[in-house]
């Protein structure tokens, strides 16, 4: 298997290389080309029990996803072609057994299918007043591929990080957090425009992405046609 | 203040190194991560009323938050859309510089920040008809939607108001339409600002407008 | 005339340089600044798509203006809507099939015309797609980098119709499926088969995507009075 990524800038995608026998696996809907010999079976994981929860093909919410399971189907090398919804970069993080990661539900693109995906951990400790953050648990040993609206900054933390959600992509599960509101006080919060943070604190690795998904909805929502409930 | 700009020209985004005491303005919701330790204030231009005046004319309300720590500390920002940020520093006396009122990101804490109404037929990208002036001294820090293309105006320039995003005030503008009525209709023109004079202009390669106009056909429901 | 793109790859913006007398043909709406005397005029080239809801409201009507520099030279910079590459394409009496969004500007020598695709293939705007004719030079986008897979008629290749910009009429397409689907929820994949010898031109963001994920933050709809409830 090879990932290539050198496709790189604003509009980072990834080119997937398979030999027979391995599989890799996206976010339903990344995939954007492939060679004509690669089989696709899609299938929905959702939080809980099982069953179909509903929800629009791409965006994981938390509950409900889709996943696209690759593979080649004739016993020769094929590619598939995987693009974010966002404008930004694609970057791979080697998972290792000795260290699960945390992903932000948005910033997932895709994994080898070695790695574990855990939609059911919840991780949205003293959360407040009804935001959401979803977050996916990566384990195992392969690779892991993120994307970011903008661009992605891998950072190390050795003690206090104040990230605003908005920004965060992954990170290592050793770190401990906070969901908090920055500023104090709902009027602060208000008028400041920020939502929630994430107090990190410890050791461990965080990778962010420069812009903010939610407020870049936020200005391009209201200027679009109205839709219905 | 030290700062820093990253990911230009499509994916700017700039951090702050501030000293014990210092702050810094950035449009409100911009932080991307701080470091601890750092207090936060909301500042609006020309005060609450004006921003209500504002909001109705409508504009941004342009909300900004100030913030600032009692030992060193640092904080990253970046704009709502992804493109490039840049930097001019403002000198006191007659410096300054005029902005789309959306392209504004921040500034040092010795920049005086004013609106103008651009006039009932200006409308600028994503942000209605204001104008805003930065005068005094300090840096500012304004960013564009897609990259960023320089001119040195001599003579007559004519820009979509979509693309503009800032020039220097030394340079004299009218709006117009494109036309006839009729042309300005269907030539899916916004509205134009003519420069006269002499000037650095800042213009940007995408405009909200557009994107918008584009992204419509596809949103259902 | 002369063409530069100018701050590639992502925000890509074209800007033409016109001697007097000399004309540029885009789509209304994608002049962003201009530089010396220019005409312009408005025109309905390629057919009014009427009697289709969705052509006039998200105006599907192919308008194009015509620039022509007035008595000396001009420069005029032409953008798309969306971020993304512009790309050049040189036509000598052949044909190049185009997504409808995807026609930036075009010389004098270049006819665009709209062609329905019925059941063939959806693209990303609906039915239609463009062909242009002619020779002279055609400037096209689309949203994210664009890239060219190149068949040379032995396998076929298979592209997302979303991000599908270009391709060479010498090729031919039909829809495929994913051959496993165990949910009957996932639906908004279409995927389309080419074959034959050629090039297509891909680009590497969908806005079917965007639009998805912009949804849950587009203002709702007030039914009873049918005003906007709550302003900006």
Not at chain 1, 67 to 76: A, F
Not at chain 1, 114 to 129: E, K, M, P, S
Not at chain 1, 130 to 158: C, F, K, N, Q, Y
């Amino acid at each position: 298997m090879h990932i290539d990524l050198s496709a790189g800038g604003l509009f980072g995608r990834a080119l997937v290389t398979l030999e027979p026998g391995e599989k890799f696996v996206s976010d339903a809907g990344a995939m954007f080309r492939a060679s004509s010999n690669i089989d696709i079976d899609v299938t929905t994981r959702s939080r809980g029990k099982g069953g179909l929860l509903g929800g629009l093909g791409r965006i994981l919410t938390g509950d409900t996803f889709f996943l696209s399971t690759y593979e080649v189907t004739d016993g020769r090398p094929g590619e598939v072609g995987l693009a974010p919804t966002h404008m930004g970069e694609v970057r791979e993080v080697k998972v290792s057994p000795d260290e699960a990661w945390l992903c932000a539900g948005g910033s997932f693109l895709g994994a080898t299918s070695t790695l574990a995906l855990d939609t059911r951990f919840q991780g949205l400790r003293g959360l407040l007043g009804g935001e959401s953050l979803s977050l996916l648990r990566v384990s195992g040993s392969g690779e892991l591929l993120v994307s970011a609206l903008g661009m992605l900054t891998s950072m190390e933390i050795d003690g206090e990080l104040i990230v605003d959600t908005g920004h965060l992509v992954a990170f290592t599960e050793g770190l401990a957090y906070k969901i908090d509101r920055v500023g104090g006080g709902w009027i602060n919060t208000w008028l400041s425009g920020e939502g929630f943070v994430m107090r990190f604190s410890g050791k461990g690795r965080i990778i962010l992405q420069s812009h903010n998904p939610t407020r870049f909805g936020r200005q391009l929502g209201p200027l679009l046609p109205e839709r219905q409930a | 203040m030290e700062h820093k700009i990253i990911g230009n020209p499509d994916r700017g985004n700039v951090s702050f190194a501030l000293a014990a005491g210092e702050s810094v303005i950035v449009e409100a919701g911009s932080m991307s991560f701080m470091t601890a330790g750092m207090k936060v204030k909301p500042r609006l231009i020309g005060g609450l009323l004006t921003a209500v005046k504002r909001k109705l004319l409508g504009g941004e309300s342009l909300f900004l938050s100030e913030y600032s720590t009692a030992t060193a500390g640092a904080i990253a920002i970046a704009p709502a859309f992804p493109g490039t940020v840049l930097c001019k520093v403002l000198r006191g006396a007659g410096d300054g510089l005029l902005l789309a009122a959306g392209s504004f990101l921040a500034c040092g804490p010795g920049v005086t920040l004013t609106t103008e109404y651009g006039g009932g037929r200006s409308w600028f990208s994503g942000t209605g008809p204001f104008i805003l002036r930065a005068t005094g001294s300090g840096p500012v820090f304004f960013n564009t939607y897609g990259a960023v293309i320089e001119r040195d105006a001599q003579g007559a320039l004519t820009v979509d108001t979509g693309h503009l995003v800032a020039w220097e005030p030394t340079l004299d503008y009218r709006i117009r339409g494109m036309g006839s009525v009729k042309k300005t209709l269907f030539s899916g023109e916004g509205l134009v600002m003519a420069f006269t004079g002499s000037g650095r202009i800042f213009l940007q390669t995408r405009q909200l407008g557009g994107f918008v106009r584009w992204l419509a056909p596809f949103c259902q429901g | 005339m002369n063409h530069e793109i100018l701050a590639g790859p992502s925000s890509s913006i074209l800007e033409v340089t016109l001697a007097a007398g000399e004309r540029i043909v885009s789509e209304a709406g994608a002049m962003a600044w201009m530089d010396g005397n220019v005409k312009t005029e408005t025109t309905t080239r390629g057919g009014i798509l009427a009697g289709l809801k969705r052509a006039v409201l998200s105006g599907e009507t192919f308008f194009q203006n015509t620039y022509e520099a007035d008595g000396g030279f001009a420069r005029i910079a032409f953008a798309p809507g969306m971020s993304g590459d512009v790309v050049p394409w040189e036509l000598r009496g052949d044909e190049l099939l185009l997504q409808r969004g995807a026609y930036l500007a075009s010389t004098e020598g270049i006819r665009c015309e709209s062609k329905s695709e019925g059941l063939k293939g959806l693209f990303a705007q609906g039915l239609f797609v463009l062909r242009a004719t002619g020779s002279g030079t055609m400037f096209f986008s689309g949203y994210g980098a664009i890239d060219t897979i190149d068949l040379d008629g032995g396998s076929t290749y298979t592209i997302d119709n979303g991000y599908v910009v270009a391709w060479e009429p010498s090729l031919s397409y039909r829809i495929t499926r994913a051959r496993k689907i165990r949910s009957f929820l996932f639906s908004d994949q279409i995927l389309l088969s080419f074959s034959g010898r050629g090039r297509v031109w891909i680009n590497s963001r969908s806005p079917q995507s965007l639009a998805s994920w912009v949804h849950p933050f587009r203002r709702v709809t007030s039914k009873s009075s049918g005003n906007d409830v709550g302003g900006e």
